[in-house]
């Protein structure tokens, strides 16, 4: 298995930019399509983004696609989340998340393991 620990998290005005890291020990992360999903107060988890086994390939939520982005660097087992235009609606906890099956539409159910998770929060 993998560990997971989120990092970049933090307060920015709406329309800025955060970009938040991932970085795994264990299982390397080549073994796994690596994703990142989130969690509002009051809310379920819901998936945010995707990236394939290798890279290049993703897959997005509907209510992030355009202004995030994910890479990944399997040599240094880091995943990386860059968040653009951030809004309000944005905040919540976002966590790092492994998943064994091939980059699909998927939800947060998709993935085996998570980390902790890092707190984003986006002021008005």
């Known amino acids: 298995q993998v560990q997971l620990v989120e990092s970049g998290g933090g307060l920015v005005q709406a329309g800025g930019s955060l970009r938040l890291s991932c970085t795994g020990s264990g299982r390397p992360f080549s073994t796994y399509t690596m994703g990142w999903c989130r969690q509002a107060p009051g809310k379920e988890r819901e998936f945010v983004g995707a990236i394939s086994w290798i890279g290049g390939n993703t897959y997005f939520a509907d209510s992030v696609k355009g202004r995030f982005t994910i890479s990944r660097d399997n040599a240094k087992n880091t995943l990386y989340l860059q968040m653009n235009s951030l809004k309000p609606e944005d905040t919540a906890v976002y966590y790092c998340?492994?998943?064994?099956?091939?980059?699909?539409?998927?939800?947060?159910?998709?993935?085996?393991?998570w980390g902790q998770g890092t707190q984003v929060t986006v002021s008005s």
């Open positions: 998340a492994a998943s064994y099956r091939p980059l699909a539409a998927m939800t947060s159910g998709d993935f085996a393991y």
